[in-house]
């Protein structure tokens, strides 16, 4: 479709380069990305050119199937399509070496005012943060040049590392747990369970446990996917518990009742339970991921 659009090839960018294209006459920005587990770009260009460049896609559309399905479904297609965890607290609050960073942010920055949410809950920030390899990016990460952390990654290297997989929800707990909108009173309902995005803060963490109750890992960003008919998320989880077809439990829900986010309504926690599996969940986008890692 894009190539129809441009009136030839798409420019040959490697991933999230930048090349150019023509939509309708208009110069767009071809930035060579991918949520779907295919090759994909995001396109950008001068705001007055959206009317025109908008149409010409849709209309070139009609022919592949093309429909808008509205932006809160934007992110599912990145939970099974790439198994791309969008929003980890940054982990800049605790070192001193940062802390010329942390006072160079503004007020508004994101990592300012970035909400935590979820049944997963530490007194120590640092328990939040994320390794290269929690999300996914270890065959990433390489010691021949300088960076900020190197030192601690090295060290890490060859320690075991928490596994990133995607955890498909039970259909009969999510109904059990949204049957209490019409069951129970106000504060003994389950926390609201939105669609097709339940996540509610910009770093969600719920704690997964393993069937004796104990905690082995976290889930981040969740969504129904209307491809497989369930909720998905995208769960770091011990080496021991990251294999597919392992039985884990979600806990849905803050503590004691719910926290002091003015987002977040009087609940009580319910335990969902779970399936581990890939990642990416779709099977074309694992295929993919193959065949450009070349392993």
Excluded at 38 to 60: K, N, S, Y
Excluded at 84 to 113: C, F, Q
Excluded at 249 to 263: A, I, M, Q, V, Y
Aim: net charge negative; glycine share 10%; charged share 20%.
């Amino acid at each position: 479709m894009l190539e129809e659009l441009n009136g030839g090839p798409l420019p040959e960018v490697k991933y999230f380069r930048i090349g150019e294209i023509t939509i309708a006459g208009r110069r767009v920005f071809f930035l060579r990305h991918g949520m779907a587990g295919v090759p994909g770009a995001e396109l950008f260009g001068p705001w007055e050119d959206r009317e025109a460049v908008r149409d010409a896609i849709l209309e070139a559309g009609q022919t592949y199937g093309l429909r808008r399905v509205g932006a809160k479904a934007y992110i599912t297609s990145g939970i099974e399509g790439v198994g791309w965890i969008p929003s980890p607290v940054p982990a800049i609050y605790t070192s001193p070496e940062l802390r010329s960073y942390r006072e160079w942010l503004p007020a508004t920055s994101e990592e300012a005012i970035g909400s935590i949410g979820g049944s997963f809950y530490s007194p120590n920030i640092e328990d939040y943060y994320f390794t290269p390899w929690d999300l996914g990016y270890g065959h990433l990460v390489k010691f021949d040049h300088d960076f900020v952390g190197r030192a601690a990654l090295e060290r890490m290297a060859t320690e075991p590392h928490r596994v990133k997989v995607t955890l498909v929800w039970d259909g009969e707990d999510v109904t059990r747990a949204i049957r209490t909108m019409f069951t129970e009173p106000p504060g003994r309902r389950a926390k609201f369970i939105d669609w097709p995005l339940p996540r509610y803060a910009l770093w969600q963490y719920d704690a997964v446990l393993n069937q004796r109750g104990e905690r082995i890992g976290v889930s981040t960003t969740c969504g129904y996917s209307a491809n497989y008919g369930a909720i998905l998320s995208l769960a770091v989880v011990d080496p021991a518990y990251s294999q597919p077809g392992t039985r884990v439990t979600l806990l849905w829900g803050e503590s004691h009742g719910g926290s002091r986010k003015p987002l977040v309504e009087r609940h009580v926690q319910v335990e969902i339970g779970a399936t581990v599996a890939p990642v990416p969940f779709a099977e074309h986008a694992r295929q993919y991921l193959l065949t450009v890692r070349g392993h």
